[in-house]
């Protein structure tokens, strides 16, 4: 079940800081693939990863802020800072009914779905599929890359593009500097 922060704004104002005349077709392709999509949207999505990870139980998936999830993270991972994913299994009396509860920071998805080139769509459902294995019980920072290729699988089946563990393990190539771009210039 996908459940949207009441404090989230859903449809924030594109950037018009670098617009130039023309660009209306531009900010509006813009502005639409980093929309937040619909519940119904995700909740197809979230059923359709909960059977491919073969995770039986409810998962609740809350959309939220950097703030709220930077909050959560404190409390419970004792990290000060936002984050993308949080994922919570469930404990205790009920655990075979509920798979557990995922929190999903929707200003840092965006940012991640700019610096990726991809609409927020598409970055939420990524998100949610790596959530989706966390609750399942993989855990990418001590398997050996157990996680990453059950990841990598399923994002192939779900046709979603690289995942997170991916891009953690993916060197950034360094831009070059102006100096340095001048002087390859023949």
């Known amino acids: 079940m996908i459940l949207l922060d009441p404090d989230l704004d859903s449809h924030p104002a594109p950037s018009t800081t670098s617009a130039k005349s023309g660009s209306a ?3 509006a392709t813009i ?3 980093l929309r937040l999509p619909s519940t119904r949207t995700l909740n197809r999505f979230l059923a359709e990863a909960q059977a491919v990870v073969r995770l039986k139980g409810e998962v609740s998936v809350l959309l939220t802020t950097d703030a709220a999830i930077r909050k959560l993270n404190t409390q419970f991972r004792h ?6 994913v949080l994922s919570f299994p469930a404990e205790g009396i009920g655990a075979e009914e509920i798979a557990g509860d995922l929190a999903i920071s929707v200003p840092t998805a965006r940012r991640q779905a700019v610096e990726q080139g991809h609409p927020l769509s598409t970055e939420i459902k990524v998100l949610i599929l790596h959530g989706l294995l966390h609750l399942n019980g993989y855990d990418h920072e001590t398997d ?3 996680m990453a290729r059950r990841e990598r699988l399923l994002r192939g089946k779900l046709g979603l593009p690289q995942g997170l563990i991916e891009r953690a393990e993916t060197p950034k190539k360094p831009r070059p500097s102006k100096a340095t771009a001048k002087a390859k210039r023949p």
């Open 79 to 84: 990290k000060n800072k936002a984050t993308d």
């Open 31 to 33: 502005s639409k693939n």
């Open 25 to 27: 077709p531009v900010l």
């Open 144 to 146: 050996d890359g157990k």
